[in-house]
C-alpha cells in the first residue's frame, strides 16, 4: 500500500505542476489578466468533481481557467512530430 500511496503522491505533484506551468505560461502571455468575461454552461457533475480531484483545483473559476488556458497554449507537439515523419535524411549517421 505505501508503494501506492507513494505513486499517487508522485501523480498528485506531477499534476500540480503541471497547472502551475499551463497558468504561468498563459499569464506570461497576457492570456490571463483581467477577470471580466463570463463563461456558463451546464455539465455532467461528476465531470467536475473528477477534473477538481485530477488537477487539485477547488474553485469552479480556476479549474475553467486551467482548462481553458490548457487548450488556448497547446503545441500540437504530436501532430507537428507526425509530420516530420521520413524528413529526416536517411544516410545521416545519428551516431548508434
Given at each position: 500500500m505505501a508503494t501506492t500511496r507513494k505513486a499517487a503522491q508522485r501523480t498528485e505533484h506531477t499534476m500540480k505542476k503541471r497547472v502551475d506551468a499551463v497558468v504561468k505560461v498563459a499569464r506570461q502571455t497576457g492570456l490571463i489578466g483581467e477577470k471580466s468575461a463570463r463563461i456558463a454552461g451546464r455539465v455532467s457533475p461528476i465531470l467536475?468533481?473528477?477534473?477538481?480531484?485530477?488537477?487539485?483545483?477547488?474553485?469552479d473559476t480556476d479549474l475553467i481557467e486551467f482548462a481553458l488556458a490548457n487548450v488556448a497554449i497547446e503545441d500540437n507537439f504530436?501532430?507537428?512530430?507526425?509530420?516530420?515523419e521520413g524528413t529526416v535524411d536517411p544516410t545521416l549517421d545519428l551516431e548508434f
Open positions: 467536475v468533481e473528477e477534473a477538481k480531484k485530477r488537477t487539485g483545483l477547488q474553485s504530436a501532430e507537428e512530430f507526425k509530420k516530420l
